[in-house]
């Protein structure tokens, strides 16, 4: 999906905001988010997630998630999962773009490169993925957006 200027549009997206700043590894505190993908055919696409972090209270060079994709509609195939580790430092610097607040980073990276996807609704389950805490704190909002490869072109995007 194209528009104008050379903008590459998103099938899908939503944003999920962490009222508590906080993401957990436990599976009754899950953060669930509904997925309508609208095409008629399967289409290969990439899962980007702009994350917006408060850099004074996440205190981890990087944000270790589970994301868990399961079709909904009487669909048998077992879940997809994919573990993700999202680098927030490099070298000691805090990686993003500074907010006017002066304490929340927006950083941008394409967590799941190679998806396929048909027509239908799905469930994406969001975890903390760090056996050793049951939570993270420092997760201030989640912007998830959905790309087809073809749109993006060939470049390899992180």
Same mark, same amino acid.
């Given at each position: ?18 009222? =508590? ?11 669930? $988010?509904?997925?309508? %993908? ?10 980007? %997630?702009?994350?917006?972090?408060? $850099? ?5 060079? !990087? ?5 868990? @994709?399961?079709? =909904? ?7 997809? !999962? ?24 927006? $950083?941008? +990276?394409?967590? $799941?490169?190679? @998806? !396929? ?19 993270? +704190? ?7 957006? @959905? ?9 390899? @995007?992180?």
């Amino acid at each position: 999906m194209l528009a104008g200027c050379g903008e590459v549009v998103p099938v899908w997206k939503q944003e999920v905001s962490f009222p =508590e700043y906080t993401l957990y590894h436990n599976k009754a505190k899950k953060l669930e $988010i509904s997925l309508d %993908f609208p095409e008629e055919t399967s289409r290969k696409c990439r899962m980007e %997630f702009e994350i917006t972090y408060d $850099i004074s209270g996440i205190g981890r060079p !990087e944000l270790p998630l589970s994301i868990i @994709l399961q079709k =909904e509609s009487g669909d048998i195939s077992p879940p997809k !999962e994919f573990n993700v580790v999202v680098p927030l430092q490099a070298e000691g610097e805090w990686l993003g773009i500074p907010q006017d607040n002066e304490v929340d980073y927006v $950083i941008t +990276y394409i967590v $799941i490169p190679d @998806l !396929e996807l048909e027509k239908g609704e799905y469930s994406m389950n969001l975890y903390a993925n760090d056996n050793n805490n049951d939570q993270i +704190y420092g997760v201030v909002k989640i912007l998830a957006r @959905l790309y087809e490869n073809e749109a993006l072109g060939d470049e390899k @995007l992180k």
